[in-house]
C-alpha cells in the first residue's frame, strides 16, 4: 500500500458525481454522522492526471484513504471499515445469521449493479460498436432482479436510517433515474417505486444526486 503525505491525519474518501457505488458511500457517511471526520475528494476517472492514481492504481471510486496511507476500495469493504469508526448504528450487522442475510441482499443489488455498469458502458459505445448480445443479456438481468426485488419489496422496508443493502438498492435505481435513463426500470413495479421514492427524499440522497447524462 502507498504510504499518505506526511502530516495528512484526516481519512479520505475519493468519489466521482456519476458513480453510485461512491454515492453509497457517500450517503452512509451522511446517514452515520461520520461525514465531518472524513474529506471527501472528488477525482476524475479514466484520466492518467487523476489525483486517485498515486494511492489506488485501479482508478476506481470509491476509494477510503485512512491516515496511515492504506487505501481500501470496494465499496462492501468500506462499508465494513465504517462501522468500526463509532457510529450510532451500524451499515451491517457485526455477525450471526443478520450478517449473512445482509451480505446475500448486498450480493444481490450489487450483481445487478454490475450489469448495468455492463449495460451503460457498452450504451457509451458509438452505436456499430455495440453488441446486441451484451444489450440484451443485461437488460434481462437487471429486469430480472428488479423483479425479484418488486416481488419482495416488503421485506425492503425500513425504519429508521437505512443500512448498507438499502442505500446501495437506493443508488442504484437513483442511477437509472439519472444516469442510465435507457431502462424503464418502473414500469410494472409500482411497490419498488413507492420504496425508491421514499428513499431518494432523505437529505442524504438529495444532498448526492448524480448528475444527468445522456444515456
Ligand atoms: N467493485 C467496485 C466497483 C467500483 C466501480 O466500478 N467504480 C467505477 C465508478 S461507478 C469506477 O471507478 N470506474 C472507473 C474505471 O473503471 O476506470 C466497488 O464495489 O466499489
Do not use: I, T
Given at each position: 500500500m502507498l504510504r499518505a503525505k506526511a502530516g495528512r491525519t484526516q481519512v479520505r474518501l475519493y468519489y466521482s458525481a456519476g458513480s453510485p457505488f461512491a454515492r453509497a458511500v457517500r450517503i452512509a457517511l451522511r446517514e452515520t454522522a461520520l461525514l465531518p471526520g472524513i474529506e471527501e475528494v472528488e477525482a476524475t476517472l479514466?484520466?492518467?492526471?487523476?489525483?486517485?492514481l498515486p494511492h489506488n492504481?485501479?482508478?476506481?471510486?470509491p476509494t477510503l484513504v485512512l491516515p496511515d496511507g492504506t487505501a481500501l476500495t470496494e465499496t462492501v469493504l468500506i462499508f465494513d471499515h465504517l462501522d468500526t469508526m463509532?457510529?450510532?448504528?451500524?451499515?451491517?450487522?457485526?455477525?450471526?445469521?443478520v450478517r449473512w442475510q445482509a451480505q446475500a441482499a448486498l450480493g444481490r443489488v450489487i450483481g445487478m449493479l454490475d450489469g448495468i455498469a455492463v449495460w451503460n458502458r457498452e450504451l457509451r459505445r458509438p452505436p456499430e460498436e455495440r453488441s446486441p448480445a451484451v444489450l440484451a443479456l443485461e437488460a434481462t438481468r437487471a429486469d430480472r432482479v428488479a423483479d425479484a426485488l418488486e416481488a419482495e419489496a416488503d421485506s425492503w422496508a425500513f425504519a429508521g436510517a437505512p443500512d448498507a443493502p438499502r442505500i446501495l438498492l437506493g443508488c442504484i435505481l437513483g442511477y437509472a433515474e439519472r444516469?442510465?435513463?435507457?431502462?424503464?426500470?418502473?414500469?410494472?413495479r409500482p411497490k419498488l417505486v413507492a420504496w425508491y421514492e421514499g428513499i431518494a427524499a432523505r437529505p442524504s440522497f438529495a444532498a448526492t444526486l448524480p448528475p444527468l447524462s445522456g444515456i
Open positions: 479514466r484520466d492518467p492526471a487523476s489525483v486517485l492504481p485501479v482508478g476506481r471510486v463509532g457510529a450510532p448504528h451500524r451499515l451491517l450487522p457485526a455477525e450471526g445469521p444516469r442510465h435513463r435507457a431502462w424503464p426500470w418502473r414500469e410494472g
